[in-house]
Structure formats: C-alpha cells, structure tokens
C-alpha cells in the first residue's frame, strides 16, 4: 500500500481509536463511568453534537465552513417553543423549515454570490442571533404553556436505546447511503476535491455547494427541535460554543479542512469522544475548564494530523516498493 | 464525408479585447481536425465555447444537421460533445475508476440517481485503449504525471461520443505515450468520431491531422486545409503572422565553474548525481515530465531539497540549504509553473518584479518607495515588455509578458551568478519565446551560468552548450549540444 | 483553468473612492435620522468605543493580508485582563499591565510559531487557542470576574484624557497610522502582502516567509494586547469572558471594509472606514432605543450587504458585456 491509501484509512481510525481509549481510561478511573445509565446519558447528550457534526462534515467536505449552526439550531428551537402552543407538534418540522431558511441563505451567499464562507455564515450567525433574540423577549428562554407530549416522547428509551439518539442516527444513515451510494454524493467528493474540475466534467459546482449548505441548515433545525424535545424550551442564546465543537468533532472525524475527504461513522465517533470527554472529566469532579482546554488542544492538534500520520507511515512504507 | 459538428461566425468579446472573431470550424465523421494558433490567439476560447463552457457573443454551432445551444459542459456532454482539458480536471483523491465515470456523473440527469460508475469490465477495456496499465483502485495521487494525462485522456476517449475535443493532450506525453495516443485516436476515427485536436507540436499535426485550421489573433487565418496542401513552415508563418528564423546557438565564452552539485539524490533510492556549471555557460537538463528534471532545476536553485547532496557556489563556497541563501548567494530562479510559483497575480507588475529585491532599495526596513521602480526603466524597453509600463496588475499581462516579469525579477539581483529556468517557455507565444531566448544568450555572454529545464528539445538545443539527460531520477547522459536528436530521445525514453 | 480578474486602474480608483464614500453616507443618515447623534460629547463616545475594535481589527488586518486568520483574539484579551488583575497587587500597575501585554503578545508567538512553521491551519490552531486560552483565564479566575483594587492608575488607559481627548482614541490613532506606516512603507509590510498573494511564489522569491507570517501574528498580538489593555481598565477587573466575540467583531469589520479573506490584500483606511461605519450604526441604534436583537440584525445586514453588492456589481458588468456583445 502507498502512503496516501495508508492516510485515507488511518485518518478515519483516529476517532474510534482515541474514544476507545477514552472510554477504557475513564471506566478504570471514574466510578460508575461505564454503567449503562452514564452510557446512555452519553448517548442523549452526543445527539445535538452528532447532527451538528453532521452537517460541519457535509459543508466542509465541499470546502465550506459554517459558524452558524448552533445560532441557527437556537433560533429555531425558539421558534419551535413559540409555535408549539398554536401547532402541536408539527411545530418542530417548523423547526427544520428554520435551519432551511438560514441553509439556504448560506448556500446563496457562498455558492452563487462567491462570499467566502466565514464571513456569509459570520453574517447568518449573527442574524440567526438577532432573530432568536427578537422573538423571545431579548434572549429570555421561551416556555410554551404544554410541550409535555415532546418532552415525554424524548425521554423514552427503546431496547435500551434512548429515543432522542433517532434522529441523529436516522440521519447519519440518510446521509452515508447518499455518500456512497447516490449520484449527488460522489457529486460533493468532486466538488471537495476540485470545483473547476468538477464544473469541466458537467458537475454543477454551485448547487452541490448549495445543497451542502442547505443540508447542514437543515439539520441544525433538526438539532434545534431536537433541544427543544429535551429541554421543552427554547433557548435563544443557547450554543455558543456548539459550532466549535461541531468543527472539532468532523475534524477530529478524519474530514479534511482541504475538502473532498469525509466519512459519516468517524465522525460520530469524534462526537462521542468529545462528549464522552466532557462527561469523564465533569463526573471526576475536575474543573469544567480542564476540559475546555483540552477540546481547545484537541481540535489544535487535530489540524496536524494528516501530518502526523503521513509521518508515522511514510518512514516505514513510502518508498518500501520502489 | 458527413459533416457532423459546425460552428459558424463565433465571436467572443473580453470587455474591449476581442478574443474570437467570426470563426468557423467545420468538424467531419472520421476526420482528425487540427487547430493551432499561438498563445492567445483565441483558440482556448474557442474550444470553452464548443464545449459549453462559455457562450459567445454570436455564432451558431450545428450538431448532426441540428442547431444547439450549450448553457454549460453539461449540455454539451449529454449531446456528445466531450472535451479532453490541457490542465489536470482530474480528482486526485479519487480512484481511477471514479475519475473515469466523472463525465457519465457529471451529466446525470438526477442528483438523485443511483451513482453509475462505468463497470470494472468497460473501464478496464478503456485503459488499454489508451494504454494505461493501472489498477481501478489506485487513488490518482499516487499515478505519475504521463499516467494522469493518459486518465485524462481515456476519460474522454472511452465515453461514447460524437465529437471529441482534445486540447494539447500530448503536452506532458513522452514520445511511445504519445504514439500510444495517436493509435487510439485511429481507432475512435474508424469509429467515424469527428476529433479536433488542438496542439502546439507541428510534427504531431504533420503525421495525424487530416486538415488545419489556424487562428491568429481572433481571426481564422487557415480554415480547414487539408494537411498535404499546407506545410510545417507554412503553418509556422501563419501562426506567427511573420517568417520564424532559428538563432544561431549562443556564443559565449566559458569561464570558471560557479556552482556545483555534488551527491544529489532525487529519491531516496536513486543514483546520486554531481554536475558543475561554469561562467557563461548554457546547461541545458532535459527530461519527459516525471523524470525528476524539473525536481533537479529545484533542488539546483534551493526551492526544493534533495535526498543528501550539496549544492554550493564556488566562489563563496557558500552551501544553499533554502532558496533565501541560494538567493543570497546569487542564484536565480524562474519556476515552472508562474502562476502558482512565481507571480504575485493581484499584485501590480513593479512589485512583482522588485520581490526579490526589497532590501536593495530600503533601509532599516524601510522602503524607499522612488527608487523602487529605478532599475526596470531599461529593461522593460529590453525585453519589449507590453504594456511598457509597472503599474498595473501582474493578472494584466498576457502569459508571455508574466514570464517577462519573473526574469525582470531575477535581473536585478545585485549579485547574479547562476540563473535557474524551468520551461522558460511553456504556454509563452512565439514572440515572446524569441525575447527571452535572446534574453538568456546575452546574460551569457555577460558571464552568468544559466542552467535551463525544458522538456522541449529544439529549444534546449537552440540556447544550451551542453546537455544532461535526467531519466528515472538519474543522469541518463551527458553530451554536448547539436547531438543527434533521436540519441536524446532514446535516453529520455531510456529507464522509463 | 484559472479565470484571471483584469482589474483595470480604474476600476482599483473606484473602489477606493467607495471604501471612503460608505462611510460618510452612514454618518450624514445618522445625522440626519438619529436624534442626539451629532453632539461633541456622542461623538467622542462613538470613537471612544470603536478604539478598541479598530485596535484589534489592525492586528486582525495584518493576519488577513499575510492570508491568515486568527478566532483566538477573544480569549487571549480575557487572559490578558485577568493576569493582570492577578498581578497589579504585588507588581504595581503599569508592571501588571506590561505583564498582561506580554501574555497577549506570547499567545500570538504561539499562534504564529504553530502557523508558520508547524505548519498546522491558522483556522483550527486559532479556534483552538480560543477555548484554550478561555479555560485557562477561568482557571486563573475561577471562573469568576475579578475586581481590581480600584486605582487611578489602572483606569487611566480606558478612561482618561490627554489634552481633553480620550487616551482611547489616541491609542487607536497611533495604531492606525503604525499599521499605515507598516503596511505602505516598510520591508515588513511589502513582504506581508506578497506572502499572503502568494505563499509559493514569496519562497521562490528569496522571502523570509516564514518569518513573515510568524511577525503577522506577534504584530496582531500585540495590536490585540493594547486593545485588551483599554479593555481591562475599562472594566476595571479581570473577566474570562470579557469580550468573548473580539475576533468574530473584527471579522465582521474586516469584511465590512472588503478586505477579502484570502490574503494579499487590505490597508489601514479600509479598516478605519469599516470600524467607523460599525460603530457609528452601534451607536444609533442605542439612541433610537431598540434593543440589541435589532443591533444584531441590522449588523449581518450591513455585512451581508457590504459582501453582495460587489459581487453583484461584477454580476451587472458581465451582463452589460453581454449585451454590447450581442449588439455588435
């Protein structure tokens, strides 16, 4: 094997392999750490990470970069507590709608108006703010008068599973099959890869950039219904560091800040491991800032590990053929 | 023979430059059709128009007795128009498989649709059309730059189609790919597949094309002349708009040796190579692409760094570690690629032409921003430079004149001793190409060791005293310049 | 195939006179829309709180045109104020605030050594050092704002005057002209913008660009020091999360002055202009009594706007071409 097979497999065991370690240095040190229960918590707490994630790996496996998703995931689950008492229900699907909106503004902005994606999410980001803010009383948390029905429904657990983990892990199937099976995911690898090339072989470079962007709004919707099922709130001002976390977890994840490189499993696992991280250290009773320093070296170091693995394989293996 | 693609009166404005006027292309079943032109002379636009990549201003195209109009590559690809691109639209992270079934995804009807990679059996049987002999599976990065260019062409070359436009295809081909690629194009044509080929190699029209369309300056100054009727010198005059007259080999005298490589390896692996150059004189290090002779010109100027080995300058005998030291030590450099290695493009032309030396005109890092300009005034009359004048962006200038600018660059060092150019002259017209050759046989002649990479051998034996041969990361020979062509060509081909 | 933007003397004319222009305009609808706005007295105060954003927004700038960028600005202020809480007791203040500056200065030199010749992307090394740098100003604190001991000495950078002008705005002005200075007229500067057109061509060129990119990074350190210096005496006390959106807000500035994100390009009136234009509708927003959802969202407005409307001039010139083609 050459080295760069070597780095596109191993970049993807990266995230298995620390969470592995995490998990086994945690259940030897931490009373309790591996009991179902704890795992399970786990499980619930990783579920808006996970489809945050989700949508980061998608924008960035096109080149992108979106700093609005938790905004975005904030402000529709505001705007999902506001319609709750009018709609039922269906007001999470308005939720989506939200994400949609804000995906769509972003996908305008990057694809077809060229805005380089910092600035147009910066811009949505703020936006998103303003509006969650402007609709809730100036940030105050949004109850509506009967969200038990949500509420109840996120806190079951199926075959030990908890319900609310669903809509991570029905999405992240949606969108492995479109990765690998589907005409418009070997579309995204293209346009990651490169967009001119891709334009020259027919691929409409701005709408799969589009699509990207919509779809990771979309599912920053989806986390923010999700929020609200958990909490039966909206939370306006909530998420301000989810968006870095969502960036450590698909980078961590093997995905490729260069674009064109990007896997759904790897980076649920570097969802669980940031979790798992932060439920270790918060059980262990250490300071909540020891572990902010370490998802802050994490994502640090995470930027060197292409590197770092071309490194450790090519000594060995690179020119072994020749 | 049935005419299956026509363009007719296409014309293409840039703002006030007129790229394409009224052009006509008449493309039959069966028929290699040539198209040449220098640089700039409109042909690239031309074929962004056939292939749908751009639309022009007026002008009609007929498919198959039909009139089209192509909003994009799309458009084009669904009816049967596939290009074969001159820069690399391959997907490096990709596998060989994915990058051969690009076009059949590219033009899906649905996004939706299940992805339809061309089957292992078919993909096999377009390798070895084109004579690629790679595993399905290999990622793209790990194909030589030959091995790429061959992808690229059996992409186009193995999906069904009527017409197929290849532009320059054998740019980064040795001489047995190259054949292997005129086989192929044989078969596609008892296939009755209409093929414009666009080139710069005069030889290549010679033996394939079965007519010539030549542009210059926008217009069509030979429009479909069948190839027996027009000949090598002719398509040079039409080109060029005037008669090319080769230059007698520079005269210079040799002096004392300036630089000397001792032990280079190319690759780990590789035989290490030594090679000196003196005062005045020429080397000319020719090599097919891949063959690490571009990888010597870099090593040799400290842009890149070779397996062990030293390079050092005799008279200082200062050792180059990084191109700052080798730049100290007065070794110029021209990069190969200009635009993603030499030219500042956003910039204005002074300071891309002053970056090597700010320190020549400030004081204690300081600019002294009015005698920045000072030492180009007589060089830019020198090298004809158009537009004459520094201040506008480098992105301005056409590819010749950018090309200017980096030797502009690399005059005004204060302590010149060596100059290293790669390609000195890739995708440059022919006018620019002479002023630069001249260019470089008078800084011989003032005593500067000039080494020059180049994949194109009348050039090399044009400018240089003395040859050295790189094959397979090796020194495959040396010999004196005005050797026997073929010779040369045996040894490039030679470990590959 | 690589699409080359001619960009003709012009039209570079044009958008100069525009980068001015913009800012203006804001300030005559201020004037004449926004009650209170023109005294002496708002004015002073629209300046006096802009200082600190133009103050970062120049260390920012400087990343930008070596074609870097840098999130961490935020936490690296915060680490800033409460090392120097921590330290004015025992030290004195001017030798709290010289240590807080060195912090500052020492997290750009970590960015930039990372950067430049660790090689790793300036976008993930930065967000990192956001939360790190975060979680170790609330280690220090724990957490919790601490008070200085309230001095004279210690207000003076944030509140107090030199010839009747703010000490703010004077230091904004001095850090203004030093990155004018820098930018036009220094062999830093020049190296700046060549580096960040092109990081290959800058090495093939003989540049130090290594050096080049690492000094980006310790000149914004220091830009961002000085800023969060006013801050923390502005405050008088030392909060982790004293301005935790510093670099998003400078981003914002930068990209309101269109000074694009990738490098080579950007000067010292862009982002005074940018900084003006931010501040001034900050400013009227608070004297039209709305409330700060509306400054947000007049705020990704103006961006959004200052983002689209080149590009949709470009839009309009390409279909004017169009036209003038067809009719020939």
Request: charge should be neutral.
């Amino acid at each position: 094997m050459k080295a760069s097979t070597i780095n596109r497999q191993a970049r993807f065991l990266v995230a298995p392999g620390a969470l592995l370690l995490v998990l086994l240095m945690a259940g030897a040190l931490v009373a309790d750490y591996a009991s179902l229960g704890n795992l399970q918590n786990i499980g619930s707490q990783a579920v808006i990470l996970a489809l945050l994630a989700l949508g980061q790996m998608l924008v960035m496996l096109v080149r992108g970069f979106d700093i609005s998703v938790g905004a975005v995931a904030a402000c529709s689950s505001t705007v999902a507590a506001l319609t709750m008492d009018w709609l039922g229900t269906p007001s999470i699907a308005l939720a989506v709608v939200v994400g949609l909106l804000f995906g769509g503004l972003n996908g305008l902005l990057i694809a077809y108006l060229r805005v380089q994606p910092i600035v147009a999410t910066l811009c949505s980001m703020i936006a998103a703010q303003g509006l969650a803010r402007l609709i809730s009383d100036d940030g105050q948390p949004v109850v509506p008068i009967d969200a038990s029905a949500l509420t109840d429904l996120a806190f079951q657990n199926v075959a030990g599973i908890p319900l609310l983990l669903a809509p991570a892990l029905v999405c992240m199937l949606l969108v492995g099959l479109i990765l690998k099976k589907f005409t418009l995911g070997r579309h995204l690898f293209m346009v990651g890869c490169d967009p001119q090339a891709a334009s020259l072989v027919g691929v409409d470079s701005r709408r799969v950039t589009c699509i990207a962007y919509l779809a990771c709004g979309a599912l920053a919707g989806l986390a923010g219904a999700v929020l609200f099922c958990k909490t039966g709130t909206g939370l306006p001002t909530e998420g301000v560091s989810w968006a870095l976390q969502s960036v450590a977890a698909a980078v961590i994840g093997g995905t490729a800040l260069r674009g064109g490189t990007a896997s759904v499993w790897p980076v649920f696992f570097g969802v669980l491991l940031i979790q798992a991280l932060e439920t270790a250290l918060n059980i262990e009773g250490v300071s909540p800032f020891i572990a902010e320093i370490v998802m802050g070296l994490i994502i640090l170091v995470a930027g060197g590990l292409d590197r770092l693995i071309l490194r450790l394989f090519s000594s060995s293996t690179a020119y072994g053929e020749s | 023979m049935k005419t299956i693609f026509q363009a007719s009166g296409i014309s293409k404005h840039y703002g006030t430059t007129c790229a394409l006027r009224d052009a006509n292309l008449v493309l039959k079943a069966g028929q290699i059709h040539a198209l040449m032109g220098e640089n700039g002379a409109g042909k690239s636009t031309f074929v962004k128009i056939l292939v749908g990549a751009i639309r022009p201003d007026s002008g009609a195209l007929v498919l198959d007795g039909q009139p089209v109009v192509f909003g994009s590559v799309r458009d084009a690809l669904k009816q049967g128009v596939v290009p074969v691109y001159q820069h690399s639209t391959l997907f490096t992270r990709l596998t060989v498989l994915e990058n051969l079934s690009a076009f059949g995804l590219g033009s899906a009807q649905r996004s939706w649709a299940r992805n339809n990679c061309l089957d292992r059996q078919q993909a096999t049987e377009v390798l070895s059309l084109v004579g690629l002999d790679v595993s399905l599976d290999s990622l793209v990065d790990e194909l030589s730059l030959g091995e790429r260019q061959l992808l690229e062409i059996a992409r186009g070359v193995g999906r069904r189609c009527s017409v197929l436009i290849l532009d320059e295809p054998t740019a980064a081909l040795g001489a047995r790919e190259a054949n292997r690629l005129h086989q192929a194009l044989q078969v596609l044509c008892a296939k009755r597949t209409a093929i414009l080929y666009i080139s710069h190699k005069i030889d290549d029209i010679k033996r394939m094309a079965d007519a010539v369309t030549i542009l210059r300056d926008g217009l069509t100054v030979v429009n479909a002349a069948a190839r027996d009727d027009i000949s090598a010198a002719q398509i040079v005059q039409h080109m060029l708009g005037q008669t090319f007259e080769p230059q007698a080999l520079c005269v210079s005298t040799r002096g004392e040796v300036v630089l000397e490589a001792r032990d280079i390896r190319l690759t780990p692996t590789a035989q290490p190579l030594s090679l000196c150059v003196h005062q005045g004189e020429v080397l000319g290090i020719v090599g097919v692409a891949g063959s690490g002779a571009l990888r010597l010109g870099e090593v040799l100027a400290g842009a890149a760094s070779g397996h062990g080995g030293t390079v050092s300058l005799n008279a200082t005998s200062e050792v180059v570690n990084d191109r700052q030291s080798a730049m100290r030590a007065g070794i110029g450099y021209v990069p190969s690629d200009r635009h993603a290695d030499g030219l500042f493009l956003g910039l204005s032309a002074l300071q891309n032409a002053s970056a090597s030396v700010l320190r020549g005109f400030s004081s204690w890092g300081v600019l002294r921003l009015r005698e920045e300009a000072g030492p180009f005034d007589a060089l830019i009359a020198q090298f004809n430079l158009n537009p004459p004048r520094l201040d506008l962006d480098a992105a301005y200038y056409s590819g010749g004149n950018q090309q200017k600018l980096l030797f502009l660059r690399n005059l005004v060092l204060p302590n010149l001793q060596v100059l290293v150019v790669l390609e000195p002259t890739r995708g440059v017209d022919v006018g620019a190409r002479e002023s630069i050759h001249q260019a470089l046989r008078a800084l011989a002649c003032r005593g500067i060791a000039i080494i020059v990479v180049s994949s194109d051998l009348l050039e090399v034996n044009t400018l240089c005293h003395q040859l050295l041969v790189v094959a397979s990361h090796q020194v495959a020979g040396r010999m004196m310049a005005d050797a026997q062509t073929d010779a040369v060509l045996s040894m490039m081909a030679g470990a590959c | 195939m690589t699409t080359l933007i001619k960009q003709h003397p012009a039209i570079a004319l044009g958008s100069r006179i525009g980068v001015i222009a913009v800012p203006l305009l804001v300030f005559f609808l201020c004037v004449l829309f926004v009650p209170r706005f023109l005294s002496v007295d708002n004015l002073q105060n629209v300046l006096r709180v802009g200082s600190i954003l133009l103050i970062a927004a120049c260390g920012q700038t400087g990343i930008l045109i070596v074609g870097g960028i840098d999130f961490s600005m935020g936490s690296a202020v915060a680490l800033l104020s409460v090392v120097t809480v921590i330290l004015a007791p025992e030290l004195g203040v001017a030798l709290a605030f010289t240590g807080g500056i060195c912090v500052a200065v020492l997290v750009g030199l970590c960015n930039g050594l990372l950067i430049a010749y660790l090689k790793l992307p300036a976008f993930l090394v930065t967000l990192g050092m956001l939360l790190v740098l975060h979680g170790l100003a609330s280690l220090l604190s724990g957490g919790m704002p601490l008070d200085a001991a309230p001095s004279p000495g210690f207000l003076w950078l944030g509140s107090g005057h030199v010839a009747g002008i703010p000490v703010p705005i004077i230091l904004a002005l001095l850090a203004v002209l030093s990155l004018h200075g820098l930018l036009r007229y220094t062999l830093v500067g020049r190296s700046w913008y060549l580096v960040g057109t092109n990081f290959n061509a800058a090495l093939n060129a003989g540049l130090p660009a290594r050096r080049m990119v690492l000094l980006a990074y310790i000149v914004a350190g220091l830009f961002c020091a000085l800023a969060g210096a006013i801050l923390t005496s502005r405050v008088g006390s030392g909060q982790p999360n004293l301005y935790p959106d510093l670099a998003f807000a400078t981003i914002a500035v930068c990209a309101i002055s269109g000074i694009p994100l990738n490098g080579g390009r950007g000067s010292a009136v862009q982002v005074v202009c940018g900084t003006l234009i931010i501040a001034m509708l900050n400013n009227a927003v608070v004297l039209l009594n709305l409330t700060s959802a509306w400054q947000q969202l007049l705020m990704a407005l103006v961006i959004g706007a200052a983002v689209v409307l080149p590009q949709l001039s470009n839009v309009r010139r390409r279909c004017v071409h169009l036209l003038r083609g067809n009719a020939q």
